[in-house]
């Protein structure tokens, strides 16, 4: 079943502003990740956060999570063209499964 | 290089004729996974195992097999497709620790792209 729910479900940025999206997910979890996918290709993961952490950065990414509420953010800074893809967030219940929502489609325009 | 390996890229069939998707990984995970996208549905998980000889079900499992004779190989069967297993395939794979609370991330293969006609 899908546990995780991406907003919105599309967004379209200049280059250098800044993108932020949104998950939420209705169980608890042991971790939540973020993945990017670029046209149709494999998934690639880009930043995990833990159930006991509350933000994460990894270079232009900073993930928040808020178990009270049951959602995550993902800010990606200064974004550039390269930056266009998908963005998926993916909840570990612990329970062998990784659970995917739907998508946000970011377009960067130059 | 690590990486997971998915052959075919691209495959088109007809109904009922049965096809095996292969998957390999070079990484020793005893994880890996089965996931079919669909527009606007996300990944959707179809079988998973978790070592050799050990596979469950995911959320959509029904008209595929899996098999695990080997950690580095975790093939898809369909039996007998169906235009409805029309989608975009992805294997991936992972190191997990079923005593662990945390699970390392998944690696994707890029994808097989099945159509039935």
């Known amino acids: 079943s899908q546990q995780g729910e991406e907003d919105p479900q599309a967004l379209s940025i200049q280059e250098g502003e800044n993108a932020t999206m949104n998950c939420s997910y209705k169980t608890s979890i042991n971790n939540l990740q973020w993945y990017r996918q670029n046209s149709g290709r494999g998934l690639v993961h880009l930043i995990l956060i833990r159930s006991n952490e509350r933000e994460k950065h990894s270079g232009r990414l900073r993930v928040t999570l808020d178990t009270s509420k049951k959602s995550s953010s993902l800010l990606i800074t200064a974004s550039r063209a390269a930056d266009t893809a998908s963005y998926f967030c993916a909840t570990d219940a612990g329970d062998y499964k990784l659970s995917f929502g739907a998508g946000t489609t970011v377009t960067v325009r130059a | 290089e690590a990486q997971v390996t998915q052959n075919p890229r691209y495959l088109i069939t007809v109904t009922g004729k049965k096809l095996t998707v292969t998957c390999s990984q070079n990484?020793?995970?005893?994880?890996m996974s089965w996931y079919r996208q669909d527009p606007g549905l996300g990944l959707r998980q179809i079988y998973y195992s978790m070592n050799v000889e050990v596979t469950d079900k995911g959320d959509v499992p029904e008209g595929y097999k899996v098999s695990r004779k080997e950690k580095r190989n975790f093939p898809l069967i369909l039996e007998s497709p169906s235009p409805n297993q029309t989608s975009l395939y992805f294997c991936?794979?992972?190191?997990?620790?079923?005593?662990?609370?945390?699970?390392?991330?998944?690696?994707f293969g890029n994808g097989t792209r099945l159509t039935v006609t």
């Open positions: 990484m020793n995970h005893e994880y």
């Open positions: 991936a794979s992972s190191s997990r620790n079923p005593l662990s609370s945390y699970n390392s991330p998944l690696h």
